[in-house]
T-cell receptor
């Protein structure tokens, strides 16, 4: 158990709909990252939040947005869903320290299927 | 999106054999991480490397951070059936909390026959 909790585990929805994925980071971790994993694209970085603020952005579509709340949990919102958005969505968390680099620990993911 | 070059793409071996896989990048990283992913699960951290030239072990796993900071390898000795899964390398630039995003390799699928 990594300590990172993601809900729901599975989600099936229709094209054009909007969904929200939720992530609770490990206790004490300030950074939350969202990744998308599809068969043809591998693990792709979407966005990072650190202590409530956006810190880095990857290949995140404009239809997608995220936020991190004061209690440090994060939500990834996906709207106007398309068939190609079907993928596994992972959340990871890490705790920055004085040293430059920290390990990231992943949740079990949300499998999104758009039909 | 950006991905690191990881090889081999897949390996089919007999139980007890040693395994080696590597990862290369055109960019320099300050940290290399190795993860294992089982089907339908999230990646699980195996080893983290922080210094160029560093060699680190975790049980039967050994990983090294290349001198150029553009590559890393992972060795698994005396493989067992539970080693089956997909192994990913990941590079991290890392400067405090600002840019710790991971860039992942393309993955190595490992199958172990008892």
């Amino acid at each position: 158990d990594s300590g990172v909790t993601q809900t729901p585990k599975h989600l099936i929805t229709a094209t054009g709909q909007r969904v929200t994925l939720r992530c609770s980071p490990r206790s004490g971790d300030l950074s939350v990252y969202w990744y998308q994993q599809s068969l043809d694209q591998g693990l792709q970085f979407l966005i990072q939040y650190y202590n409530g603020e956006e810190r880095a952005k990857g290949n995140i579509l404009e239809r997608f947005s995220a936020q991190q709340f004061p209690d440090l949990h994060s939500e990834l919102n996906l709207s106007s869903l398309e068939l190609g958005d079907s993928a596994l969505y992972f959340c990871a968390s890490s705790q920055p320290r004085d040293r430059a680099n920290t390990e990231a620990f992943f949740g079990q993911g949300t499998r999104l299927t758009v039909v | 999106g950006q991905q690191l070059n990881q090889s081999p793409q897949s390996m089919f071996i007999q139980e007890g054999e040693d395994v080696s896989m590597n990862c290369t990048s055109s960019s320099i990283f300050n940290t290399w991480l190795w993860y294992k992913q089982d089907p339908g699960e999230g990646p699980v951290l195996l080893i983290a490397l922080y210094k160029a030239g560093e060699l680190t072990s975790n049980g039967r796993l050994t990983a090294q951070f290349g001198i150029t900071r553009k590559d890393s390898f992972l060795n698994i000795s005396a493989s067992i059936p539970s080693d089956v899964g997909i192994y990913f390398c990941a590079g991290q630039l890392g400067y405090g909390g600002a840019t710790n995003k991971l860039i992942f390799g393309t993955g190595t699928l490992l199958a172990v026959q008892p």
